[in-house]
């Protein structure tokens, strides 16, 4: 639900970074700002417990710049993971444009990716969107992990992607590998499916 | 389940047109900003700033403060909701100099407003209760 502003040219997008409870999702978030800190203007805004676990979301505005004549400003959030608070996760969706599922490759999670896959799913279609519809992409994160077995990759393309067949990224969100790709490629596949909305 | 699906469900109601987003400016400006308020927004519920006026001198972190009170008005809904009620219609945080209001302007957009002491609360009801009608009647 992108609002294209018509008069000033600016288009502002949600996308969300889904996933299992400790799968990275904060961490993707907390790069990025790292990275791109000259360009974000304001500060990440994190709803936590004191735990230090997201209770609610974080948030962070990304102002892309122009594309098409377009000034794109890509509202970045997370959702908290763990199964518990699937009330105000919901609430993070409502409105979405484009999802990234963060994947946590350890061997024993293999199953809550599972899970919370089939979730984002259910949860989607509360909202009448379709997870096979909505702009989609998968990181398999923690691959810098060596010291506990990890899933192959073939493995978690098998759990999760078989059926969807979006882009999927291993990533380090740690080490920062694969994050900034993961987000690219998350906007050009939201910016993509508002092109006709963009002329 | 494939027909329950809506295709353009991701889509927002793109029917605000440029002279729309004027009218509705220029009501924030003359009901709202002229009254004392310091900052209002118009925003979706999913934290998307439709329009904005303020008086010059607030700076807040607008799309921060779209996204948060998006997500604040969602949860305290939901809230209504499991006690049994249709909606909380008073939302209001106060504060020692600035306060925010909150108001439904319909099912997918909200007002708020950000005041001094300089403004009454009861004033400031008539008057955001007046800009919603115009809005309103803008769509
Ligand atoms: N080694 C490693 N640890 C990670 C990576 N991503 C996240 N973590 C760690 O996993 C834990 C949970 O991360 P967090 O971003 O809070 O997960 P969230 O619950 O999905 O938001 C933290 O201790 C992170 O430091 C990664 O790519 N590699
Ligand atoms: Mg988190």
Redesign the pocket.
Known sequence: MAFVNMKTKEVQAKIV?Y????????????YIYSKFRERIKSEMVSIKTHG???LFF?FLPFDIGKIMGYDVKVQLY?V???VKYDATRKLVLKGVDGIVF?A??QVEQRKKNVLSLKNLQENLSTYKKSIFKVPLVLQY?????KDVPLLPIEVMDKDLNSQLKVPSFP?????G?NVVPTLKKIISATMASLQNVLK | MGSEYDDNASFTDYSLGPEQLEVIEQVLEEDLIESGVHSVMLIDMAGNIIAQHDNGEAQHDLYSLAALASANFAAVDTMAKIVGEEEFSLLFHKGESENIHFSKVNPEYLLITIFGKDVALGLLRLKVAEAIQKINDVW
């Open positions: 970074f996933g299992p409870g400790r799968g990275g999702k904060t961490s993707n978030l907390e230090d676990r997201t974080d997370t908290p993971g763990q963060v946590d490759s994160n923690k691959r810098d992990l990533a380090s969100a740690v080490t590998h």
